[in-house]
């Protein structure tokens, strides 16, 4: 079982910058087939996160209202109190962060604090539901070698 959450996370991150329209951040969400995009800015030492954007972010903040996904920015809308995971961070603690902060994705960041990946509910769930078949592989090979065993 991987340990780190920078073994598991996804390195192929859909991002913007503060200054992508809204209707540009659907559109990239459409294209990658995501509901998210890592808010970053893009400086000489890498993309460092700052916030997170959503589909139901700009349904919510832009499409329930009226506005206009032409003018504004996901750096208008975007959820500014970012919580991260950094990549040595274990696999329990990503899922104790997430639990604590009630969010559904984690941007994984390096030492440095660069963008490095991506970690999402779905992606623990998918890992924790492959354990869980191992460890039931296992209780089912007891219950037969015990079973052998009393004939």
Do not use: W
Not at 27 to 42: I, N, P, Q, Y
Not at 49 to 58: K, N
């Amino acid at each position: 079982m991987p340990t780190t959450v920078g073994q598991i996370c996804n390195r192929e991150v859909v991002f913007a910058t503060r200054e992508t329209t809204a209707s540009a951040a659907a559109k990239l969400m459409r294209h990658h087939h995501v509901g998210s995009l890592v808010v970053v800015d893009e400086t000489n030492g890498g993309r460092m996160p700052v916030g997170i954007v959503t589909d139901r972010d700009i349904v919510i903040e832009i499409t329930a209202v009226d506005l206009d996904p032409a003018t504004i920015t996901v750096g208008d809308i975007m959820e500014p109190n970012l919580v991260t995971a950094r990549e040595s961070d274990g696999i329990l603690e990503a899922m104790e962060i997430m639990r604590y902060r009630g969010v559904r994705r984690l941007p994984v960041v390096t030492e440095q604090g660069k963008l490095a990946g991506i970690v999402t509910m779905d992606d623990l769930i998918e890992l924790l539901a492959e354990e869980l078949g191992e460890l039931a592989k296992i209780v089912a090979r007891e219950q037969a070698r015990e079973k052998s065993a009393r004939k």
